[in-house]
């Protein structure tokens, strides 16, 4: 697997039945969490995978798109505060 950065990443995989799965669901789930890839297999073959979500990025700071209610009552110089520059 290939990072943003553009180095490779390793990453353990596991294989499971479907049996497994479901008896140590919890567990995987701390697993794929950590990093780690938990292949589901039914007689053998692969039919799912499990894995982290990749982690999103918070923008602090960017409140473009941001609607106030027209209704809502805030003191003027609060309300100056989120106004764009003259």
Do not use: C, W
């Not at 008896?23 to 499990?50: D, M």
């Amino acid at each position: 697997m290939m990072t943003i950065e553009g180095r490779k990443e390793v990453v353990m995989t596991t294989h499971v039945s479907i049996a497994q799965a479901k008896a140590e669901f919890a567990a995987l789930v701390s697993r794929a969490e950590a990093g780690e890839e938990v292949i589901v297999t039914r007689n053998g073959h692969p039919v799912a995978r499990l894995t982290q979500l990749p982690r999103r990025r918070v923008a602090y700071g960017d409140l473009a798109g941001l609607r106030v209610a027209e209704d809502l009552s805030l003191p003027d110089d609060v309300v100056a505060d989120f106004e764009p520059p003259p």
